[in-house]
């Protein structure tokens, strides 16, 4: 029971990180400004990490490596981890080489829920509070990713219908990529 409580603990705290990463690495590029306050929240979480990062790793032109990288040793850590707290012990060489692909599948997977997440919280707040001051910063994360889909979609009778196939397509995405992660380290 212990060891289930410390996993639920471990999986929050990591996700939540890893997906702080994710959101630095989009704000940058998208080019967000870093003056906004919630841009200034997650540039304060992930600092201690990124920086560090940045001395070796340069961000490039329109992707934020560091950031990036920093996702990707947070998701290792977290695989490592997940795998001691349930078997007692650290995986051998072959589970170390499933870890480094199961840890890009698990940033994948992350991105994919904030895709989700943010996705949700733009549409329920569109019907609640139109005019909250986070919905500026929704629409311009999520833009890029419902534009094609409204091109693509027709806009029957004024609804737009592109939030939903975003949400289909996160969902489904998450779980090939859940599944793929789970037959290569088990976790």
Avoid: C
């Amino acid at each position: 029971m212990f060891g289930n409580i410390l996993h639920f603990i471990i999986n929050i705290v990591f996700s939540l990180f890893g997906i702080a990463l994710i959101i630095r690495a989009w704000m940058y590029a998208i080019r967000l400004h870093p003056f906004n306050p919630y841009a200034q929240a997650v540039l304060r979480i992930t600092d201690w990490l990124v920086q560090p990062i940045k001395k070796v790793v340069p961000a490039g032109k329109f992707l934020d490596w560091p950031s990036l990288l920093g996702a990707y040793l947070t998701a290792l850590v977290f695989l490592l981890l997940t795998f001691f707290v349930l078997t007692g012990h650290l995986p051998v060489v072959n589970g170390l080489l499933g870890a480094l692909v199961a840890s890009l599948l698990t940033v994948l997977k992350w991105a994919f829920n904030l895709v989700l997440w943010l996705t949700l919280i733009q549409v329920v707040l569109s019907w609640v509070n139109p005019m909250a001051p986070l919905m500026p910063v929704l629409q311009t994360l999520t833009a890029p990713l419902l534009d094609p889909i409204r091109r693509i979609l027709p806009s029957p009778g004024g609804i737009d219908f592109s939030p939903l196939v975003l949400l289909i397509v996160a969902q489904i995405v998450m779980m090939v990529l859940e599944g793929f992660a789970y037959r290569l380290f088990g976790v």
